[in-house]
C-alpha cells in the first residue's frame, strides 16, 4: 500500500502545473461569462497557437471562442465567438449547448470535434478550418450518448481515427476507436479502455489529441472515481497504444499524473475536476497539458514526453 502510495505522489511530480495558474478566466472573457475551461488547441506551423476556449455564460449559453498566443501561456480572446453553423440540421438538432472542442490539425486542415447538446442528449458536431479563422460545419458524426471525440492526427490503414466516449447503459462509460474513409461516417468500433482503476472506475474517456511517439500514441486521458456516493473526481491519466491498432493497449499508467488538489481544480461550478481537451508537444519534447479547472477556469501544466512515457510503463 505504501510502495503505492509512493508510486502515485511520483507520477503527479512528473506534471508541473504552470504557476500562474489558471491561464485564463470568466475575467478574460468579452462578455460576462461564468467559466472559461476545457479548451482545445492546436500549434501552427507558423509557431502561433489558437485555442478554442469553452466559455460559459449565466444563462447556461456555450461558445466555443478561439483565443491567441505566442508563447502558449498568455491568451487573448478573440472579440467574437465561433458562429455556430446556420445548416438547418444543426440547429434543428441543438438547444445552444456545445462544448469541449478538440481541435486536430490532418494533412495541413484542422478539423474541430465538439460535443452538442439537445433534447435527444449529446452527440459530436464536426467544423472544419483552413486557417482557424472560418469554420465549416461538416455534420454531426455520431449518433447520441457520445461524447468526448478525438480525431488522430493521421490516417491509420488509410481511414481516419476517432476515439470518443459513448455512455453504458449501466451509467458508466470508457474509450472506444472507430475509423472513417470521409471523417462522417465511422464504423470498425472496438472497445479500448475499460474504467477499471480504483481512480477511474466510473469512467473514463480521451482527452488531449494523441501524441505519436516512437513507443505507440501517447493518450492523455480524463479517469473518474465517485467519493462519497455522489462526487465525481476527474483525473488525467496516460496510456500508449499501438500506432497501427489504436484499440491495443501497450502500456498504461496505474495512477494518474495529475489529480485535483489545488483551489482551482477543487472549487469552482464543479467541485474536483482536472479536464483536458487539448496538449502541444514542444520540440524540446516538452508536453504542455491544457486543461481545466473545476469547470470554472482555464490551466497549464507541463511535462517531460519521455517522463509520460515513462509513466505508462510504471516506471
Ligand atoms: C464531463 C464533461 C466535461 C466536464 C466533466 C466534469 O462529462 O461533460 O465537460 O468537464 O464532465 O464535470
Redesign the pocket.
Known amino acids: 500500500m505504501a510502495e503505492r502510495y509512493l508510486y502515485a505522489k511520483s507520477k503527479q511530480d512528473i506534471v508541473v502545473r504552470y504557476p500562474g495558474n489558471p491561464i485564463l478566466t470568466k475575467n478574460d472573457v468579452p462578455l460576462a461569462a461564468k467559466g472559461v475551461?476545457?479548451s482545445g488547441i492546436i500549434k501552427k506551423k507558423d509557431g502561433k497557437y489558437v485555442m478554442l476556449c469553452?466559455v460559459e455564460t449565466p444563462s447556461m449559453k456555450q461558445f466555443v471562442w478561439p483565443a491567441d498566443s505566442v508563447d502558449g501561456v498568455k491568451f487573448q480572446l478573440r472579440p467574437e465567438p465561433i458562429i455556430m453553423p446556420k445548416d438547418p440540421e444543426f440547429l434543428e438538432y441543438t438547444t445552444g449547448m456545445y462544448?469541449?472542442p478538440r481541435v486536430t490539425e490532418i494533412e495541413g486542415k484542422y478539423y474541430i470535434i465538439f460535443?452538442c447538446h439537445s433534447t435527444h442528449s449529446c452527440r459530436l458536431g464536426l467544423l472544419r478550418s483552413t486557417d482557424m479563422v472560418d469554420f465549416k460545419w461538416m455534420g454531426f458524426i455520431s449518433e447520441v450518448d457520445n461524447?468526448?471525440g478525438v480525431l488522430f492526427p493521421e490516417k491509420i490503414n488509410g481511414l481516419y481515427c476517432r476515439y470518443d466516449r459513448p455512455n453504458t447503459s449501466d451509467g458508466r462509460a470508457y474509450m472506444w476507436v472507430s475509423y472513417s474513409p470521409d471523417l462522417i461516417h465511422w464504423g470498425g468500433s472496438k472497445a479500448v479502455a475499460l474504467a477499471k482503476d480504483e481512480w477511474g472506475w466510473k469512467?473514463n474517456?480521451p482527452g488531449a489529441v494523441p501524441i505519436k511517439t516512437d513507443k505507440g500514441w501517447l493518450i492523455i486521458y480524463?479517469a473518474?472515481n465517485v467519493q462519497c456516493a455522489a462526487q465525481?473526481v476527474?483525473h488525467l491519466g496516460v496510456m500508449l497504444t499501438d500506432l497501427n491498432d489504436p484499440s491495443k493497449i501497450i502500456a498504461r499508467s496505474d495512477s494518474p499524473i495529475l489529480s485535483p488538489t489545488t483551489d482551482y481544480e477543487l472549487n469552482g461550478l464543479?467541485y474536483a475536476?482536472v479536464?483536458t481537451c487539448g496538449a502541444v508537444l514542444e520540440d524540446n519534447r516538452e508536453v504542455k497539458i491544457y486543461y481545466?479547472g473545476a469547470?470554472t477556469v482555464q490551466c497549464l501544466a507541463t511535462a517531460k514526453l519521455d517522463d509520460l512515457i515513462d509513466a505508462c510503463f510504471n516506471r
Do not use: I, L, T
Request: net charge positive; charged share 25%; glycine share 10%.
Open positions: 475551461f476545457n469553452r462544448y469541449d460535443a461524447r468526448n469512467k474517456g480524463h473518474v465525481y476527474y464543479s475536476v479536464f481545466g469547470d
